[in-house]
């Protein structure tokens, strides 16, 4: 094999033959055994130079890490990122969940609902979406989840991949008891990274329905990596106090 | 140092230069490191997975860049997409893993695997010649090809006299590994299967 035919094949795997030169190269593949073999082993040849490439870019990028971010690990809440942490007790009042705290009487439904439905999720900047997510935030922060309803359900529609808007509209018809649009909305959910968020939000659901067998159920399912783990041990033997 | 614009990331990239593109790989990771850390945060990954995805999100980006294909999003944004995928991918992998039952075949197209695991071996033998190759070889081929960089700049990394000479030690440097590839035992293993 020649210099030019590595060249030529070098062209070809780069994808910068088209129209003649790359049916002549095609003709060459099928009738030259030999050439067909070079430009296999260059591909192969090329692969191993990527991947070595990678390989080292990865320890560079390490590098670049540590000197960039100081090595830390935990994330910083800044305005490029807004978290909204909401609990459903700061509705009902403090007084309440204090009063729950020192009775020992089978809870009702109502109230660990009240103590368990903790809202967590991140909402990342979105561009346009920023003024409105703002109000929809808000809304819910002040536990007005009828008026941030419709915000987050005009939100999802315009964007339905992103999930994260999909589940902030089920929480909305959660708190505003309609639950078979809920369940509806929970069921629709299909990112892998909202699955134990939506298998928890489904065992409140149930909670809200007194199915309580049903309930359970979701929070066994729920595994022991999940960050729902611990209150879904808690609100388990609390649902078992009512059974 | 300054901040970057989109545009100048990809110059910046596209310019073979690797000090340049150490300057866009930082202002990536300032940019984008935290989104995808929460990302993976948030669905109980580790901050140590997060930088994986992160890393091998930027080499997708970079592989890409490189050759000059246009992007038809903001960087962030498709950097964003790239990790989300491969982060959804770990999950993937890492959710369950069911023993097959004997006598039971795999759905997936096992002829497809076995094509691909092939591949890869023989692409980890190749780096491991490389690896092998002298120091100026292997670096003259990983600027060239992995970075791009233009022969103008390696004639000058390399102290050479012309343009001309780098091509030459290019061409050597590329003579040699194809011989140390063809007369490699594992490799023509790969190759008769």
Known sequence: MKQEDFQLIEKYLEGELDGQALTDFHERMEKDAEFAE??????????????????????????????????????????????FLWAAAAVLGLALVAKFAIDTSPPSPEKLYAEYAVHEFDFLEKGDDQKI?????????DGNFKDALPIMKSLSEEKPKEQVYLLALGICYLETNDLTEALNIFDNINSP????????????????????????????????????????????????KIK | MPHLSDEEILEHIQSGNTTKQNEAFRQLYRDNFR????????????????????????????????????????????????????????LRKNKK???LQEGVEPESDSETIYDTLVVNEKKKIIAQLLEKMGDDCQK????????????????????????????????QCMKKLRIMVKDNANYKNMLTG
């Open chain 2, 35 to 90: 989104k995808i850390e929460s990302l993976v945060l948030k669905n109980n990954g580790t901050h140590d997975i997060a930088k994986d995805i992160f890393h091998d999100g930027i080499i997708v980006f970079f592989n890409k860049a490189k050759k000059g294909i246009e992007m038809n999003s903001a960087i962030g944004t498709y950097l964003y997409a790239v990790c989300q995928n491969l982060w959804l991918n770990h």
């Open chain 2, 140 to 171: 003259l081929i990983q600027l060239f090809y992995y970075h791009r960089m233009k022969m103008q700049n390696i004639k000058e990394v390399f102290g050479l006299g012309s343009e001309q000479a780098a091509k030459n030690k290019k061409s």
């Open chain 2, 97 to 99: 893993q069911v023993p």
């Open chain 1, 38 to 83: 070079a430009v296999g082993m260059e591909k192969d040849i090329l692969g191993g130079i990527e991947l070595l490439g990678n390989e080292a870019l990865k320890k560079q990028l390490e590098k670049i890490g540590e000197e960039e971010m100081g090595g830390a690990k935990v994330i910083d809440i800044n305005n490029r990122r807004r978290k």
């Open chain 1, 193 to 240: 990274l909202f699955e134990w968020e939506v298998i928890w939000y489904k065992a409140l659901l149930n909670l809200k329905l007194k199915n309580y067998e049903q309930s359970v159920q979701l929070l066994t399912n729920i595994p022991s990596d999940s960050s729902r783990k611990k209150d879904a041990d808690n609100l388990k033997l609390e649902i078992l």
């Open chain 1, 133 to 141: 997510l703002g109000e929809a935030i808000r809304k819910m922060e």
